[in-house]
């Protein structure tokens, strides 16, 4: 990790160099924490899925989701056959999605 984040410091230090002719430390160090935003953004969510993926695999679960998007709700119900024992229900403004799996 370290080594990536050194690995990416030089390159953005280049990519600055080559784009203006000289390095302005400001706009690096932002280049720079906005990368590390992205990495740390992208285990949280690596991290939540494989909690969730855990949760499904080891107990019964009855999930319910009342006003969220529709595509959150679809996802749901796709990863509904993993588990005989899970029921879920996903709910929006517009209609009520329920999956059993039996």
């Known amino acids: 990790m370290l080594c990536d984040l050194a690995e990416s410091w030089?390159?953005?230090?280049?990519?600055?160099?080559?784009?203006?002719?000289?390095?302005?430390?400001?706009?690096?160090?932002?280049?720079?924490?906005?990368?590390?935003?992205?990495?740390?953004?992208?285990?949280?969510?690596?991290?939540?899925?494989?909690?969730f993926v855990s949760a499904v695999s080891t107990i019964q679960i009855q999930v319910a989701i009342v006003n969220l998007p529709g595509t959150f709700g679809a996802v749901l119900l796709a990863l509904a056959p993993l588990r005989k024992d899970i029921i879920v229900v996903a709910r929006n403004n517009y209609s009520v999605l329920e999956s059993r799996v039996d």
């Open 10 to 51: 030089k390159d953005t230090v280049y990519y600055i160099e080559q784009k203006t002719g000289y390095v302005d430390e400001g706009e690096v160090r932002k280049m720079v924490l906005w990368r590390i935003y992205l990495w740390v953004v992208m285990l949280i969510g690596l991290l939540s899925m494989a909690l």
